[in-house]
Structures are given as C-alpha cells and as structure tokens.
C-alpha cells in the first residue's frame, strides 16, 4: 500500500470546492460581521450614511447566502458527502440562514438609526444599546473564529454568552421600560431603542445557533435545545 | 535555435511513411508463409489425388463365358465343395481365347496374360456360390479383370513414352485396341477396392480389411482411453492435492505425449504380447497400445477443458450446497464435455494415422481376410498403405495412394467430428 | 483520543500538523487494536470469536469480532485486500475450496460452530447461502437454476412442490413477472441485473436463514442495482443478509449496521447512520469521506 495521505480527499475537485464552501462562509461571517459594528455605530453616532451602507451591503449578503446554498446543494448533487464533509455541508446551509438573518437584524438596527437621527434628542438607552452592540459582536465574532478553528471550546463559549447576552437585555429593558413608565412621552423614542436591542439580542441568539452547528460539526452532535450545561455535560461524556 | 520547434504532429508524420511500410512488410510475412504452406497442401494433394484415383478404377474386359460343367469339373452342384474348387480358370481363359480368336498355343499364351484369370475366377466363383442352379451350363457376361500391365498401359495412354508398353508384343497391342475401340474393354470403378481384404494380386486388393481393422483399433482405443482418460483428469483436477506428487504426474503425463509412438510399440509387445500373451496383429493389443499413446492426449485436453469451466459456475454450486462430485457430474462436467470430446476425437485421429506402434506387435502382417471382431487378426490403414507402397507392383502403389486418400477422408470426418460436436454441445446454451 | 484527531484531520484550513496517513495510523494501531463502535448485539444469528485467517504465512484477517443480528442487513466496507471478503467467504465455509488457506476461530450459527472440521458444509450452505460478484446462472434453463439447489437437498418431493418452490422464490426475487412465460430458457439469456436477481432466486430456493452477498452489484447498471437494492431491502423482513460492497453509497442505503475493515483489521463497527454522519474511528472517517481507498 503506498503512502497515502487522509488529510485530503483523492479528489482536487473535492477538496477545493469544500475549501471554497468554508471560504465563502467566512467571508459572508465577515461582511455580516462589519454590519453589525456598523449598524451599532450608526445608531451611536446617528451616522445616517453608515447605516445606509448597512442597508446597501444586506443585499450583497442575501446573494453571498445564495451562492453558499447553490454550492452546498452542488456539493451534495457531485460528491454525495458523508461523515465530516456532510456535517460541514450541513451545518453550512444551516448556518448561512443564520448569517443572513444576523444581517437582517443589522438592517434593523441600521433603519432604526435613521428613524432615530431623524429626530433631535439623544434617547435614553444608547450606552446598554453599545454595550450590548460590542458584546454581540465579539460573540458573532467569536463563532466565526470557532468555526474557521473547528474550536468546540470556543463555541460553547458562545453559547454561554449568548445567556450573558440575553440578561443584560432584560436588564436594559426592564431599565427602558422603567423609564417609559417615567415619562410616557419617551414611549415612541425608547420603543425604537427597544427594537434595537431586541435585533442585538437576536444576533446573539444566531450566532449561538451557529456555535451549536459547529459542535455538529466537529463533534457529530446534535446539541440544540439544551441548556448550556447540560450542553458541555454532553460533550464530556465523549 | 532558429528552427521553430516541430510539432508533435509533424514529428508523427514525419515516420509515419515508415511504420506504415514496415507495417505491411509485417503482413506481408505472414501472408507469405500461409501461401508457402498453403502451396505445399495444394500439392500435396494434387500429386495424391492424381494418383489416388487411377486406384479406384480399373479396366474390365466385357466376356462372354460359359459355364459348363465339363469345363468346371462340377459334378454335383449342390457340393460346395466343389463349386468353391471349381476350375473357373479354365472357362475364363477359354472365353479369352474365343474373345481375341487366338489360336496356337503362342497366341493362347499372349491373350491368356491380358486377363486376370484368376481374379476374374473368383468374381464367377462368388456368383456361383450364390446361385449355382441357374448359373451352370448357362452363358454369363462378365466384367473380367485385365492384367494389371494392361490397366497401366491404358491408363497411361497419352503419357509421353508410352510406359508400359513394352510388356506387349504386337498382337497383344493390336488386341488391346481392338478391344477398346469396339467398347468391350472399359475403364470403370473397382468396387473390389473396397469390398475385398488385402491380396497378392494388385488387381484384387482391397482396403476393407485395413479399414475394418482400423476401425475395431479405434473402438478398443476409444472405449479404453476415454473413460480412462477423462477420470484421470477429473481426478487431477478436481480431487488430487497440489503436492510434490501430482506436479510429478502431471509432468509425466506431458512428458509422455512428446514420447515417440514406437516405444509405446515396444511398451506394447513387451507387456502385452509377452507378459499377458494376448494374441499378437490383434486390434485389441493394437487397441491397447494405442490407448496408452492416446491417454496423455486425451488426459491434457480434458484437464485444459475443466480448467476451462468457469469458476464463478463452480462457486455457484458450492455456494448451494452441492457436494465435490455434484459439482463435477452437473456442471463441471457438462460444460467440459465438449472440449474432452475434442481432444478426444483429435486423439484417436492421431492414432488412426498411427503406424510406428503397430509394427512392433505385428499388426504389419499380411492379411487378406477381413477381421471379424477384435481378437481377429487384422492390420490398420496407414499399415496397409505402408505395405503396398513397398510392393514394386505399380498397381499396389496405386492402390497405395487410394488408400492415403481413404485415409485422408476418414481424418477429416474426424475432425469435423471434433468441431460439429464442440459446437453442437456448447450451442446448447 | 481519536475524536481529537479526527478534529485536526478535519480541520484543515488551519491544522499544520503532519500529514496523518493511513500507514501511521495503522502502524500504531498494529499493536494494541480494538474495535470501535458496537461489534456485538442481542439476537445474533452469527457470533464471530476471534478470527484470523491466513493465506500461506500471510494473514489477511486479524483477530475480528463481530456479530449478525437476526434480520439484520450487515454491510462490510474497506478498501480492496482489507479481507472484507475473505471474511465473508469464511461464514459459509467458501474459503475451504482455497488450499492454501487457514481459518481460525469461532463462527457460531446460532449455536453451532461451522469452523468445527467435523461440520459437514454441505447442510452448513443450505443454511447460509451466497450470492456473487459476478451474476453466475447456470448455463441452465431459468427453471432449473432456482430448482437446483431445492433438488439437490431433497427439498421437494413432488413436481408440483418444486414448481410452487421457483415459483416463490422468483416471486421474492422480483423476477416472476419478468420470467413467467420463459421458465424454460436459459438463465445466461437474462440481462444482468435479471441474471443477479436469478442468482438471489436460486439462493433463497433452498431457504438458508442467512445470506452472503459478495459484491451483488458491482457489475449491474444503477437500475439494476437499485432493483437488488430495493430487493435486499424486502429480504431482510425473513433473512439475516451479510453483504460486501464496494459502494459506499449502498452500504449507507442497505445495511443497518456497517463494518469497516482496514488491512484485515474490523476497525469499526457501528448503526450505518452513526458511519455515515459522525464514524469514531478516523480511518472509517478518511475511507468513507474520499480521503483514500
């Protein structure tokens, strides 16, 4: 039997087009990826131009998503993936419908700064809405860095700041409705605030959607649905 | 580097001219040596046909004879004795002389060497023996042999130098042609050729015996070697272990059939003629001799035959169930069979051509009578033809030829034996 | 230890460890080797203890574990001369008409153990029957190819039970419509996929409790083999089928356990699903993902 390398497929083909899929996915990551710090930093600022090229750059990704699930289904039509190469494939298509609905949510945020910059006064709300913004960032960029790594560790990682993230909403809510409840003359303006956060708390929900196809990945587990406990006591037992 | 570079397909065309001359030369070797051979048949068999059926006709003499019993010395016709020791000589010659109108006993003596009288005898003697009631004292017309001088003189007629024409005097030639013109003296086809045993007279010589000898050898051979041969093989190949002892046999027995045939005549009288003291010039040792010369053959062609079986077929069957000789008497066998019959059948043509092995136990005697079963003393075609080429008599080498060409037709029957029974069987399916 | 493995090997945008080959794997599974995965079950029809084969002084199998599970269709995967079939071949004793070949260990058919010397193979292949690479019909009529086995068994006493026997038997092979009106023609005037079905017809005419199939489709057009697919399918309601395959994508489609052999070691052992998605050892993972073999 001569030396035969299992790092690679025998096929070139193969291999690249798997290589292209892992690429297009990461670059995807990356333009969603400057969305979100654009759309966090539009509405900050109340930068109207940011937050329109946030708007502009939605489309680019919706066709990325496009081309990622032409190449999963052309990848499965020519190859027939199994084991890792089926888990990457599929986690792929699943998580590139998480990315694009990561930029949707940055769209949102993107068209809120406008509604917000349209009128004068600063709301009350923006320093949670940064907090959270930088916070959701470093998650979405964590899962990117995961999956370019195949890293589980740091994918749990991600699912355990989602909790994070998820309660520092509900802080800034409870604190945003506290103030409308103050002042029921900032209910429009703080609503708007409200749906932002609400869109930073969806990317993180996303992202940790997309650490749980990464331990699919990796670790051929199913760990949706679980709490993250309950998650890393899963992977122990491996 | 001023030259462009050649292409690769010029550099093709630039030899090609070359591979497609010395691709003809190529064929034209082959076609060369298939002509080469094929000339030598093409003469071969012009030269043993030419001469081969000038064996199967003769001259006949139109003679009226008559059958009186004074002539005859037949007292008593329904002796058969006597009939069998009837002086039929003596009524031929007389109906020579009265046919030529030859008188003086020098005359009488130049007619009476024209004609066979003796063979002539035994044709009237045969139909007296069948009917001697009607025939004695009647007038019968027979076809009478002539001197095989004359059958050569005539039959080389136009032949520059006339051969054979010296044996004549002058009236004897004047007769002759006399004769010819007048429709009586006939060149026709001489059935005795087939119909009688070997003889010291040419004229009367037949191959029925080498043939009918030739034909109990082949049946002894057959019946022993077949069946012999064919469990040897299905021994070999499918029980025997593969071990230092089989390889041993298996080249002995390829050894064998590169043995040359005259020993297996020496192996043959040694054993057979002095230990058993079976009968010697019987086709039943000759059968026995050649069944030893032909068992390697046929041992090999049928081994090659069930190796020739597929396996997948023999798997098939292990794979149900079936046991060792299941699988060799339902499929390995059937589908084998053709290819053993071959070899078979191309054996026994070998020893049909054999001759060397039969000199040793004697069957190169000479036997006029037709062998009547295998313990009959008998001789073998290719025997036969050996003997008569060796007689000076330019009639027996006639015969000779005639005889080669029997041969011929018999190996040729055989092996379209050989072909026709491959593909009928293997047509099957 | 392998799962971390397997993490490098698939990971391969940013490992930078040294190619991991099939030959250091198996180098450094020669020593101490085990099985991975689920070798063993509950109902088997077969239990195989400890097997080792060799031809001559060369050994092709290496101490293999394994069970067949009633009804189960078990698939046998791995590159060419990992002794998947020469494994195969040694549960009905085929290996016996190989003289040079030695087969040690256990293979108990339910309670019986057919290596026993003393077990006669003839009742043994009644019971586990074989289907081949290469569709072999008898040169024989249709009728007489699925009636052999059943005659030469004794398996039929009347004219009438033999022909109900084809008759079910071609049924269950999905041949009978195609073949009813020409019973009597030969079996090689069949295409092929229709000469393999035959084959599987004559197999089950002698109702063996387990069936070995060796390569069934590798020379059948994809019809064809989705037909015997289909058919192995339906089958595996009444017999135990073991099946060898060069075809991945079948084992995956067929079996509901598949065992990976690599250089005459049973690697793996584990539910197809498990083999297809997420295999535990990394060679089963390199073999089935295209890597090499």
Redesign the interface.
């Known amino acids: 039997?001569d030396?035969?390398?299992?790092?690679?497929?025998?096929?070139q083909q193969?291999n690249s087009a798997l290589?292209d899929l892992?690429k297009e996915f990461l670059e995807m990551g990356g333009v969603v990826e400057k969305q979100i710090i654009d759309a966090v930093q539009s509405v900050a600022e109340a930068d109207v131009d940011t937050a329109q090229k946030v708007l502009t750059t939605e489309q680019d990704v919706d066709a990325r998503e496009m081309a990622i699930d032409d190449l999963c289904t052309q990848i499965i039509a020519r190859?027939?993936?199994?084991?890792?190469?089926?888990?990457?494939v599929m986690s792929v298509s699943k998580s590139t419908r998480d990315l694009e609905r990561i930029g949707d949510e940055a769209s949102k945020i993107a068209k809120m700064a406008i509604a917000i910059s349209e009128s004068d006064d600063v709301p009350h709300g923006f320093s949670e809405l940064r907090n959270l913004g930088r916070q959701v960032h470093d998650v979405v960029d964590m899962t990117l860095t995961a999956f370019?790594?195949?890293d589980?560790d740091l994918a749990v990682e991600v699912v355990s700041k989602d909790k994070v993230i998820d309660r520092e909403y509900d802080t800034a809510m409870r604190e945003l409705i506290t103030y409308m409840m103050e002042d029921p003359r900032n209910i429009s303006r703080s609503m708007n605030v409200i749906w932002a956060l609400r869109a930073l708390e969806r990317i993180g929900d996303h992202a940790s959607n997309i650490s749980e196809q990464i331990i699919y990945l990796?670790?051929?587990?199913d760990v949706r649905h679980q709490s993250a406990d309950e998650m890393v006591q899963q992977l122990n037992q491996? | 580097m001023t030259d462009k570079p050649l292409k690769t397909i010029d550099r093709v065309n630039r030899t090609l001219g070359k591979r497609h001359r010395a691709e003809k030369r190529f064929r034209l070797y082959g076609m060369l040596s298939i002509g080469f051979g094929l000339l030598c048949v093409l003469f071969l068999f012009t030269n043993i046909i030419g001469k081969g059926l000038n064996g199967f006709t003769y001259h006949f003499l139109e003679l009226q004879v008559e059958l009186d019993r004074e002539t005859l010395e037949i007292t008593d016709i329904t002796n058969e004795n006597q009939i069998l020791a009837a002086n039929y000589s003596g009524v031929v010659k007389r109906s020579v002389y009265e046919f030529f109108e030859a008188q003086g006993r020098k005359n009488k003596a130049s007619a009476r060497k024209l004609i066979a009288t003796e063979g002539t005898g035994y044709i009237l003697q045969g139909r007296l023996k069948e009917n001697a009631e009607d025939l004695v004292d009647t007038q019968t017309t027979v076809w009478a042999l002539v001197d095989d001088k004359v059958d050569f003189y005539l039959k080389r007629l136009g032949d520059p130098g006339e051969p054979g024409k010296h044996e004549f005097n002058e009236q004897q030639l004047q007769w002759i042609h006399e004769a010819v013109e007048a429709g009586k003296l006939k060149r026709k086809i001489n059935w005795a050729f087939f119909n009688a045993g070997d003889s010291a007279h040419s004229e009367e010589a037949g191959i029925r015996g080498a043939v009918m000898g030739s034909f109990y050898l082949l049946l002894v051979t057959f019946c022993l070697s077949f069946p012999i041969g064919v469990s040897a093989a299905i021994y070999l190949e499918e029980y025997a272990p593969k071990n230092k002892w089989t390889d041993l046999i298996e080249v002995n027995i390829n050894n064998l059939a590169a043995v040359p045939s005259i020993i297996f005549g020496l192996l043959g009288l040694a054993i057979f003629l002095a230990f058993f003291g079976l009968p010697r010039s019987t086709p039943l040792v000759g059968g026995f001799v050649l069944s030893l010369m032909t068992l390697p053959t046929i041992i090999i062609s049928s081994r090659a035959a069930i190796k020739a079986v597929p396996p997948s077929i023999r798997q098939a069957a292990y794979g149900l169930g079936a046991s060792k000789m299941q699988v060799t008497l339902h499929h390995v066998l059937p589908l084998a069979m053709p290819g053993m019959l071959t070899g078979t059948i191309i054996g026994l043509a070998q020893a049909l051509g054999e001759s060397a092995p039969l000199l040793m136990i004697g069957m190169a005697a000479f036997i006029p009578e037709i062998p009547a079963g295998v313990t009959d003393p008998a001789t073998a075609l290719p025997m036969q033809i050996f003997q008569w080429f060796r007689n000076a008599d330019a009639g027996f080498n006639e015969k000779a030829s005639a005889a080669i060409l029997i041969l011929l037709v018999f190996l040729i029957i055989m092996n379209a034996l050989a072909v026709w029974a491959r593909r009928r069987l293997e047509r099957r399916w | 230890m392998n799962?971390n493995v397997?993490?490098e090997?698939?990971?391969?945008?940013?490992?930078e460890n040294k190619?991991?080959?099939?030959?250091t794997?198996a180098e450094q599974n020669a020593d101490a080797y085990e099985t991975v995965g689920n070798a063993f079950c509950d109902q088997a029809k077969m239990s195989m203890r400890n097997v080792n084969v060799f031809y001559d002084e060369k050994q092709a199998i290496y101490d293999v574990n394994l069970d067949i599970g009633t009804n189960e269709v078990v698939a046998m995967i791995g590159p060419s001369g990992c002794g998947k079939s020469t494994f195969l071949r040694c549960l009905n004793r085929m290996n016996d008409t190989i003289d040079i070949c030695r087969v040690e260990g256990q293979f108990y058919l339910e309670d019986q153990d057919i290596n026993d010397k003393k077990m006669d193979v003839v009742p043994l292949r009644a019971r586990v029957g074989m289907v081949f690479q290469k569709p072999n019909p008898f040169p024989k009529s249709i009728y007489d190819n699925v009636a052999y086995g059943p005659r030469i068994h004794g398996l039929a006493d009347r004219r009438s039970d033999l022909d109900e026997i084809v008759e079910n038997s071609l049924q269950k092979a999905g041949l009978w419509a195609e073949v009813k009106d020409r019973l009597h023609q030969p079996g090689t005037g069949l295409s092929g996929g229709q000469q393999q079905r035959l084959c599987i017809a004559r197999t089950i005419a002698v109702s063996p409790e387990v069936i070995l199939m060796d390569e069934p489709c590798s020379a059948l057009d994809p019809i064809a083999t989705a037909k015997i697919e289909e058919l192995i399918d339906e089958l595996s309601q009444n017999y135990t089928i073991a099946i060898v395959t060069h075809s991945?994508?079948q084992a995956?489609r067929v079996s509901h356990r598949t065992a990976y052999f690599h250089?005459g070691k049973l690697i793996e052992v584990n539910e197809t699903e498990k083999?297809?998605?997420?295999?535990d050892h990394?060679?089963?993972?390199?073999y089935?993902?295209?890597?090499?073999?």
């Open positions: 039997m030396k035969l390398n299992i790092d690679r497929h025998i096929s193969y290589d892992k190859r027939q993936p199994t084991a890792s190469d089926l888990r990457l370019a790594r195949y589980v990796v670790k051929g587990l491996e | 799962t397997m993490t090997t698939a990971g391969d945008i940013v490992a190619p991991v080959t099939a030959d794997i991945m994508q995956a250089l083999v297809f998605t997420n295999p990394e060679l089963t993972e390199a089935i993902t295209g890597r090499f073999g």
